[in-house]
């Protein structure tokens, strides 16, 4: 089997990233305007890979971003890749959280998920379960180099569970536009679900 190409790209920015509010699945949210122009300056400035197919969050603002980014290529929405859900941090910013007790213990890691949220280790199975489901399509349909359109969050936990180097969900944290490209080789990664991070986008 051929060794596969995919390219993980964070989408745009929305108004709540200028905010520094805490939004996840529960919210479709689209890019704001300067999202949408930052994008497209980034397109001109930036080589994007060449992919053959484009694999997407099913939320807005992940389609929008792959409709500016690869607007002739086919996109296929998976339902897997969606960001974190929050729970009661919706919305919210981290100083707005500052003197809830459950914020303080979820972001020092003490506590799984927010009230009425997703729990952590559910949400890298969900990202690796949606992994998986793009690895089988590319190597159903003959595709060799893929992109996908993702959200921080989920391509920095995504990343800490899956790839090497092994480094901590932080230190794959990358900007609005921005992401890895990742080699996945068939045999290695059925047999202990790993792919290798080899370049920045």
Not at 28 to 51: F, Q, T, V
Not at 72 to 83: C, G, I, R, S, Y
């Amino acid at each position: 089997m051929k060794t596969l190409k995919i390219h993980l790209i964070r989408h745009g920015v929305t108004d709540a990233n200028y905010k520094g509010q805490y939004i996840g699945s529960r919210t479709d949210l689209p890019l704001s305007p300067e999202g949408l122009n930052e994008l497209r300056l980034m397109k001109s400035d930036i080589a994007y890979p060449e992919i053959e197919r484009l694999y997407s969050s099913p939320l807005l603002r992940a389609k929008q971003s792959g409709a500016v980014l690869y607007p002739d290529v086919p996109m296929f929405l998976v339902e897997n890749l969606k960001e974190y859900d929050f729970g009661e941090f919706e919305g919210k910013t981290a100083q707005e959280l500052d003197l809830n007790p459950d914020f303080k213990a979820w972001a020092a890691g003490k506590l799984s998920a927010p009230k009425g949220g997703e729990d952590n280790s559910d949400f890298i199975k969900r990202l690796c379960v949606g992994l998986n489901e793009i690895v089988v399509d590319m190597l159903n349909n003959d595709i060799e180099n893929a992109g996908v359109i993702m959200h921080g969050g989920a391509i920095m936990m995504l990343l800490s569970a899956c790839a090497v180097p092994q480094r901590r969900s932080v230190e794959w944290n990358c900007d609005a536009g921005q992401g890895y490209s990742l080699l996945v080789t068939p045999s290695l990664y059925h047999k202990s679900g790993i792919v290798e991070v080899y370049g920045i986008i």
